[in-house]
């Protein structure tokens, strides 16, 4: 700990600090980077994740998305009226330095059938090999209604043809369409709602359940606002 003279002007002793805080900081990073590697071009490292049973070397990356209108303290639920767009960024680290990078991206597009969630427009890449979509919250007996999803990938880890390690799998929107509110206790639509932004983004860290599908699929939250 830094003792402070308080005889001296507060402001001088905390920039003091905070130089010598910084410099410290920055002889440790630097400290541990490979010899003749810019920290500008150092890219994360990432350790191999525990193996998959059956030799299996594909996981799920996902996200659980919902569209809702914030109303006070309250989120009133958004049935959207077409596509959501999506790009699905996946990145890949080696497990020393220097690490290395590597990166794919899919996009599929996601909407409301009137009775389930399809997804369309699919492009995967060659280690992102498959798009789908799983329910989430509705109402209704037969689903008559919904306002969220979990939207789940299929990608290869380690990467095909490397030994760089899935460090993370990026879910952005890039095109969002208007909706409908929804009252989920009659299971009736409302007032039309515009999303306050076309763009909304969440991150998946893992842990990348080992095989693909629906049943363990899990993932951060996501909220598409509406007003």
């Not at 350790?47 to 996981?59: K, Q």
């Not at 992102?128 to 939207?151: E, K």
């Amino acid at each position: 700990m830094f003792a402070v003279n308080t005889s001296v002007d507060r402001r001088t002793t905390v920039v003091a600090a905070t130089v010598v805080v910084v410099a410290a900081l920055g002889i440790g990073v630097l400290g541990g980077l490979p010899t003749g590697v810019p920290p500008a071009f150092a890219f994360a490292c990432q350790l191999p994740h525990p193996a998959c049973a059956g030799g299996v070397f594909y996981r799920t990356a996902a996200v659980e998305v919902t569209y809702v209108e914030p109303v006070g303290e309250a989120l009133l639920p958004v049935e959207p009226l077409g596509d959501t767009d999506w790009n699905i960024m996946a990145y890949w680290n080696s497990a020393n330095q220097p690490c290395t990078e590597a990166t794919e991206m899919a996009t599929a597009s996601v909407s409301w059938s009137g009775t389930s969630w399809t997804v369309s427009n699919v492009n995967t890449t060659t280690n992102i090999t498959s798009i789908d979509v799983c329910p989430g919250p509705g109402c209704g007996a037969s689903y008559d209604h919904a306002f969220g999803y979990t939207l789940i990938a299929k990608v290869w880890d380690p990467k095909l043809t490397t030994t760089q390690n899935l460090r993370k799998v990026v879910f952005t929107t890039t095109s969002v369409s208007d909706g409908e509110e929804l009252d989920t206790s009659a299971c009736t639509l409302g007032s039309e709602v515009s999303p306050t932004s076309q763009s909304f983004s969440q991150t998946d860290n893992g842990a990348f359940e080992c095989g693909y599908g629906c049943l363990t699929a899990s993932g951060p939250s996501l909220a598409i606002t509406y007003e």
